[in-house]
């Protein structure tokens, strides 16, 4: 059932009543982007995965949601299926304004797959956080209770003349018996705050006044003729109930997605962990930076979550199991030595297999919870059982290793596949996995060629000069430190060692920066100063400019993970007071030699001596001869040949 905000209103208590009557939930989401910075590692820990996605989760936005309640039905003894497909959209008004990042990729395999972007922007339905909501709640409450003790404003000389015009025309509209209602356009806010005041107190029983959009957006005042007094207390009380009427709306999805929180039902996706990032984000309250906070938020949000891709990656799939990727999952298990169940729908409430929409939410979302009741099924015929109906407990045991862990698909080859919402997350060894600098020239075969003695490698590159190599032969890896030690045209650096070195300077980085804002909002005169400075960014923290393709294996960049800014709970950054950082000089042979020749005079000043004349001179030259070739339009090729890529304008 596809659901926008012109039936939302009245889907909502189906929706309801699917969540209530339901075994379990399955939810599918649709974004504008996955990636907003570095992607992830093969070697990154389960914090580190939450780090990096996290950019992403707050930047992209979330366009559409499947949900899909799976019911049992005691006649049939089979599930059926009641979907709902939603478009989400936060337009705005009166919700909060919505800034957002999208990918051209995304957004390129979203219109492949014959997604509707214009039905997304005009009938998606909107959405807000809870502290949002409460903080607009509260104000919306606050205006219509104070509606008629606004302070009156002096109508100034320029605008005098329009508004009597106005005021004459609402006059002769009145004396009127043509028409009931008229409008006022070609008017911005501040002259329709004036002639609310005007016209509210010169035809306060006559007329009553209220603001109108039209369906092009414009804005207009709508001017009603009254009956009798009593008729501007019921008009009064409509428009306040209307203002209410285009919160909810403005609420909009938040609901249902609250509703699934409180519900406590099993919830499963697919490769859900952006899913419920995403969920958490925009319909409850912003993400926290803290990784432990957001174990702690999730698992209070939903209680029990579960994730076919997880559960696919375990024995007894595994072994039986070529791609995780949803439509490959669902042929798989739809063969022996599994099969898929049915689960019918009423018509226009659920999906079908012959439907195949892949890649529209509530048909992934659908096509999740066949793939498994089917895994499920196996589960139960192997312990003898011929359960087709889940049980809803929480200590199912069936369900229980792969209840509230989240798949990490980039790491699970590293054996750290999942994020553990109620426990300890896995910590496997790094001590055989190596950061690596290399000369740019070479490719993935001189890698292999330089590790040859050590077995089989596994390496992701970061960029042109710097990959990640992992031995599997872990055995040696204490071995070869000490064997390139000598080699001048490499780097070797442990894993644990790279990271802690990149975290040192992302966090110095991210203090530089928080004090530079600092400066600048107490001397904003000093912003021009500070964009003519030269910043020298660590090697580690320095995100990959160029990237190129290589055999077997595809570049990274990989800018160091910059620990996230505190932040507050209406979902500002805080920043804290620090002092910018010493500006370090560095000594040089020339500069020690041209101090040489700088004699101290007893007054303080300093003089240079015939040598640092010269010097001076020469330098002085060369800089008249860029200043003058800068402002000579007839002959650029000695301007640019006057400039030298290590010039600066310090």
Not at 255 to 282: E, F, P
């Amino acid at each position: 059932m596809e659901i926008t905000r012109k039936n939302f209103k009245e889907a909502l208590p189906l929706i309801g009543a699917s969540i209530e009557k339901a075994d379990f939930l399955v939810m599918d989401a649709e974004f504008t982007g996955l990636l907003n910075g570095r992607d992830v590692t093969i070697f990154d820990s389960p914090q580190d995965y939450y780090t990096t996605l996290l950019n992403g989760a707050t930047d992209f936005l979330l366009i559409q949601y499947g949900l899909c309640a799976f019911c049992w039905n005691d006649d049939t003894k089979q599930y059926t299926n009641e979907s709902y497909n939603f478009y989400l959209f936060p337009r705005g008004r009166p919700g909060p304004e919505k800034m957002f990042l999208c990918q051209s990729s995304s957004l390129d395999f979203l219109a492949a797959q014959g997604f509707d972007f214009n039905k997304l922007i005009k009938e998606g339905i909107s959405y807000m956080t809870e502290p949002t909501e409460t903080r607009l709640r509260e104000n919306l409450t606050d205006r219509q209770s104070r509606t008629n003790d606004k302070e009156s404003i002096t109508i100034p000389e320029e605008n005098r003349s329009y508004i009597e015009g106005i005021c004459k025309k609402v006059r002769e509209f009145l004396n009127d018996d043509k028409s009931e209602e008229m409008e006022i356009d070609r008017c911005n806010a501040f002259i329709r705050r004036l002639l609310f005041q005007e016209l509210g107190a010169r035809f306060k029983n006559e007329a009553f006044v209220e603001s109108k959009v039209l369906e092009n957006k414009n804005r207009v005042l709508k001017v009603t003729k009254l009956k009798s007094v009593s008729e501007v207390k019921d008009l009064d009380t409509q428009k306040k109930e209307k203002e209410w009427e285009e919160f909810e709306e403005a609420v909009g999805f938040s609901k249902v997605a609250r509703m699934i929180s409180q519900s406590g039902k099993l919830v499963i996706g697919h490769n859900m962990l952006l899913d419920v990032m995403h969920t958490l984000n925009h319909f409850f309250q912003p993400l926290p930076p803290d990784y432990a906070s957001f174990k702690e938020f999730a698992h209070c949000m939903f209680p029990r979550l579960l994730d076919t891709k997880y559960m696919s990656s375990l024995p007894p799939f595994k072994d039986k199991v070529n791609s995780s990727v949803l439509n490959h999952l669902l042929i798989t298990l739809s063969e022996a030595p599994f099969s898929l169940p049915e689960a019918e729908s009423e018509s226009g409430r659920g999906y079908t297999r012959s439907d195949e929409k892949a890649h529209e939410a509530g048909y992934d979302a659908y096509v999740t919870g066949l793939c498994f009741l089917s895994m499920h099924a196996h589960l139960a015929s192997m312990r003898g059982e011929r359960r087709a109906r889940v049980a809803g407990s929480a200590d199912s045991v069936l369900l229980k290793p792969f209840v509230n862990k989240l798949f990490l698909a980039k790491t699970a080859h590293q054996d750290s596949p999942y994020i553990n919402l109620t426990g300890a997350d896995p910590t496997p060894s790094r001590d055989h996995v190596f950061h690596l600098t290399f000369p740019k020239e070479w490719q993935r075969n001189d890698i292999n060629q330089l590790f040859s003695a050590y077995g089989q490698i596994t390496v992701q590159f970061l960029d042109d000069t710097s990959a990640l190599v992992a031995l599997s032969r872990k055995d040696l890896a204490k071995t070869v430190v000490r064997a390139f030690a000598s080699n001048s045209r490499i780097s070797l650096v442990p894993y644990l060692r790279y990271k802690a070195l990149s975290n040192k300077s992302a966090s110095q980085l991210e203090r530089r920066e928080e004090a530079s804002e600092k400066f600048a909002k107490l001397h904003p005169d000093s912003t021009a100063i500070a964009r003519r400075g030269n910043v020298s960014i660590p090697p580690a923290a320095r995100p990959a400019e160029v990237s190129r393709s290589r055999a077997q294996s595809a570049s990274h960049g990989a800018p160091a993970a910059q620990p996230a800014r505190k932040r507050t709970s209406s979902g500002m950054f805080q920043v804290e007071d620090s002092e910018p950082p010493p500006k370090k000089t560095e000594g040089t042979a020339e500069n020690a030699k041209e101090q040489n020749n700088v004699t101290v005079l007893s007054n303080g000043r300093r003089k240079r001596t015939d040598s640092g004349k010269e010097k001076a001179k020469e330098r002085k030259k060369e800089t008249d001869i860029v200043i003058k070739c800068s402002f000579n339009s007839d002959k650029p090729g000695e301007c640019v040949s006057a400039f030298k890529e290590s010039d600066s304008w310090d």
